[in-house]
Structures are given as structure tokens and as C-alpha cells.
């Protein structure tokens, strides 16, 4: 079969090569959930409540991990009777109720970091400028597929309150971060940041143009 003289889309192949990637953090999310005796969704479940202390909804762990609320419904429990969670008053609504992790969840996603997976190893073996910029692209995706809802908001330096991009003339860290006071570079542009405050949408659009506009 001769290679064809019109290749497909960029924007088809970008796809391919992400599908590609993700084929691989599957496999590597497989490895460690049956290294703890979890499976993929019950992991990514303890990861996302990480940081949390209040814990989520379901509907919240749901929509984050983009699984049915039944299927989310069922892996909770099932991390219920391992000890992994347990359910806690939902903030300030004294009739909610989320689910949290416990210390003994904590231990089991500290165990399943032991080692490097095949796709973490595929990045470090990127050049330094590469890192980066694969990292700040991937901020832009995300952050297009929230303002198109397709994902919930996520806990990213882009988002937050707290972040003043390009607020320093510092070349290697033009960043500024109000929550510890202290400016930082690209390379330390966070995806999942435990002390994030989502900002209001106006504020968020005006951060969002003056760091795509560097």
C-alpha cells in the first residue's frame, strides 16, 4: 500500500498521537491499581480526592473522572469497605454528604508512586524546553475544553485567583503566585494545585488572554 500523497488532517493526527499516549497511561494506570488490588477507576478515584480535604459529591467524582454516576457509585463503595474512604459533611450544607480519603487511602496511592510508568519515562526523555512547551500546550487544551464544558474546571494555575501571569520581568520566572507570594516560571505552571480557587469568569478570561498573549 503506497503512502498517501494528502495525509489526513494535523488536527486528526494530533488526535492519533494523543490516543497513542493515552494507551500507554492506561496501561501504566493498570499496572499500578493491580499492584494496590484496585482497578483503574477506583485509582483514579483516590487520586482525585487527594488534596481534598472536604471531599467531593459523587455527581462531582463523576463528572471529573467522565464515568456514570452508578459506575462511580459502585467503585466508592467498593473503596468504603477497604477503608480507602469515608463519608463527610459536605461543607457548609450540614444535610450533604461527600467522601473523602482516608490515611489508609493515602498510604495505598503513596505505594502505587514506587515506581516510573512508561509514559512518565517517555516525557523525561524530552529535552528540558520540550517539557515545557508539551506542558503549556496541554494547559491550552484543557483549558479550552473547559470553557467549552466538555470538562469540569480544573485546579490549574489558569483558573485560580490567585495567579498574575507574566507579572515579573524575570525571563525564567515571570509568573506570580498571591496565594504564597512568590513568583515562579513555566515549567512550574501547575495542572492539579491543592490551594486552587477557581476564579469568576471575567477574571479568568483576562488572565487566560495576558498568559496565551505572554
Given at each position: 500500500?503506497?503512502t498517501p500523497?494528502n495525509?489526513?488532517s494535523?488536527n486528526h493526527?494530533?488526535?492519533?498521537g494523543l490516543?497513542?499516549?493515552?494507551m500507554?497511561?492506561?496501561?501504566d494506570?493498570?499496572?499500578?491499581a493491580?499492584?494496590?488490588?484496585?482497578n483503574?477507576?477506583?485509582?483514579?478515584?483516590?487520586?482525585l480526592l487527594?488534596?481534598r480535604?472536604?471531599g467531593?459529591?459523587?455527581k462531582?467524582?463523576a463528572?471529573n473522572l467522565g464515568?456514570?454516576q452508578?459506575?462511580?457509585t459502585d467503585?466508592?463503595?467498593a473503596?468504603?469497605r477497604?477503608g480507602?474512604?469515608?463519608?463527610?459533611?459536605?461543607?457548609?450544607?450540614?444535610?450533604?454528604v461527600?467522601?473523602?480519603?482516608?490515611p489508609?487511602?493515602?498510604?495505598v496511592l503513596e505505594a502505587?508512586?514506587?515506581s516510573?510508568g512508561?509514559a512518565e519515562?517517555s516525557?523525561?526523555?524530552l529535552a528540558?524546553d520540550e517539557q515545557?512547551?508539551?506542558?503549556?500546550?496541554?494547559?491550552?487544551l484543557i483549558?479550552?475544553?473547559?470553557e467549552?464544558?466538555?470538562?469540569?474546571i480544573?485546579r490549574m494555575?489558569?483558573?485560580?485567583?490567585y495567579?498574575?501571569?507574566f507579572?515579573?520581568?524575570?525571563?525564567?520566572?515571570?509568573?506570580?503566585c498571591?496565594f504564597?507570594?512568590?513568583a515562579?516560571?513555566?515549567r512550574?505552571?501547575?495542572?492539579?494545585?491543592?490551594?486552587h480557587?477557581?476564579?469568576d469568569?471575567s477574571f479568568?478570561?483576562?488572565?487566560?488572554?495576558?498568559?496565551?498573549q505572554?
Open positions: 500500500m503506497e500523497k495525509p489526513t494535523v493526527r494530533i488526535r492519533e490516543s497513542r499516549v493515552a500507554a497511561i492506561r496501561a494506570d493498570w499496572n499500578r493491580k499492584t494496590s488490588g484496585l483503574p477507576t477506583q485509582l483514579a478515584i483516590l487520586e487527594e488534596g480535604k472536604d467531593l459529591s459523587v462531582e467524582i463528572a464515568v456514570s452508578p459506575t462511580a467503585s466508592i463503595a473503596l468504603e477497604k480507602f474512604l469515608d463519608k463527610r459533611s459536605a461543607g457548609s450544607d450540614k444535610r450533604g461527600n467522601v473523602g480519603i482516608t489508609e487511602g493515602f498510604s502505587g508512586r514506587s516510573t512508561v519515562q516525557v523525561e526523555a528540558e515545557e512547551d508539551l506542558l503549556i500546550t496541554l494547559v491550552k483549558s479550552h475544553l473547559q467549552i464544558d466538555a470538562i469540569p480544573q494555575c489558569a483558573s485560580c485567583r495567579f498574575a501571569p507579572a515579573h520581568s524575570d525571563a525564567a520566572k515571570p509568573h506570580h498571591h504564597v507570594d512568590a515562579f516560571g513555566q512550574d505552571i501547575r495542572i492539579d494545585c491543592r490551594e480557587e477557581t476564579a469568569p479568568r478570561a483576562a488572565t487566560w488572554n495576558v498568559f496565551t505572554g
